[in-house]
């Protein structure tokens, strides 16, 4: 069966439409689109009319293209962004009617435990013990704990993503020194104090994740991420975007995305694998085991 997840998120408006084929997802078409619901957020919290309608048609868009791959089942969702604004659930309610889809605003723990499952399902090997989660997305982060065969059993948010933390702190290009240290420093006041549990593995999801595969290569560690903050503050975002492929405006925010995974990497005590799945691999799963056959309920009240 051919299914399609939506992830309506901080930075990107991500649609991922796959089938399962020999016990693994085949990924039929992925595409995405910056959006940066977090930055149009004015400061009280409103999604403004505008950046809401020019969601409403990413998804619209999304949505045609899944239905005509062949889509059986589309499931669209939001993540922080939407579910922090204070007119979350007006723009979530408009999203939907202009696409078709209800869409879903996950709460931090539903949002852990398809995330969990996108990543820990499509590793492609087995994975025993506890394993750690790890999602930077573009308005938070979440370390997800559990096991494959247990499921989740702990999920902890923090307010602070890659996107966010860059239209805050970085105004140069490439980012300065100066501006390195400052975000360390933020890093460190927000997560003071913490402990978690250490898995025996840890696996990183989400679009800096995933960026920094071309960057630095599949594992994440301390030595990997150095060189890779080294890499993206020694060149203008639009050069290391022509060098490795990668979309100028991820890189302009990703910085920032490495300093938060090297953080929880640390609290981990574990380096952190890229994973080839994340929530929208988790949504597709959970649909195709049946955990989802009503969406009509999910549409924002």
Not at 64 to 79: C, K, M, N, Y
Request: aromatic residues 2%; glycine residues 10%.
């Amino acid at each position: 069966m051919l299914c399609a997840a939506i992830d309506i998120g901080s930075n990107t408006t991500r649609v991922l439409v796959a089938e399962p084929v020999d016990g693994q997802l085949k990924k039929v078409m992925e595409q995405r689109a910056y959006t940066r619901i977090n930055k149009a957020a004015d400061e009280d919290g409103l999604i403004p009319e505008e950046k809401a309608q020019e969601v409403a048609d990413v998804v619209a868009t999304q949505v045609r293209l899944a239905r005509e791959l062949g889509a059986e089942t589309i499931r669209s969702v939001a993540t922080a962004a939407v579910r922090e604004a204070t007119n979350g659930a007006e723009t979530a309610r408009r999203i939907s009617e202009e696409s078709g889809v209800p869409v879903e605003i996950l709460s931090e723990e539903e949002e852990g435990r398809l995330s969990f499952i996108g990543a820990t399902k499509t590793l492609g090997h087995p994975v025993e013990g506890k394993v750690g989660v790890v999602d930077v997305g573009g308005g938070s982060t979440e370390v997800i704990l559990g096991t494959v065969s247990g499921g989740v059993d702990w999920v902890r948010s923090w307010r602070v993503g890659s996107g966010a933390l860059a239209d805050e702190l970085i105004a140069s290009d490439p980012p300065s020194a100066a501006e390195i240290r400052k975000i360390r420093d933020r890093i460190d006041d927000i997560f003071e104090g913490v402990e978690i549990e250490r898995p025996a593995q840890a696996v990183a999801v989400g679009g800096s994740a995933t960026s920094l595969r071309r960057l630095v290569g599949a594992v994440l560690e301390y030595e990997t991420l150095e060189r890779g903050i080294r890499v993206l503050s020694g060149d203008p975002a639009a050069e290391v975007a022509r060098r490795f492929e990668l979309d100028p405006e991820r890189v302009r925010i990703l910085a920032t995305g490495v300093l938060l995974l090297e953080k929880v990497s640390e609290l981990l005590g574990q380096p952190l694998q890229i994973g080839k799945g994340g929530l929208r691999e988790g949504i597709i799963l959970d649909l195709l085991n049946g955990n989802f056959s009503d969406p009509a309920h999910s549409l924002a009240a």
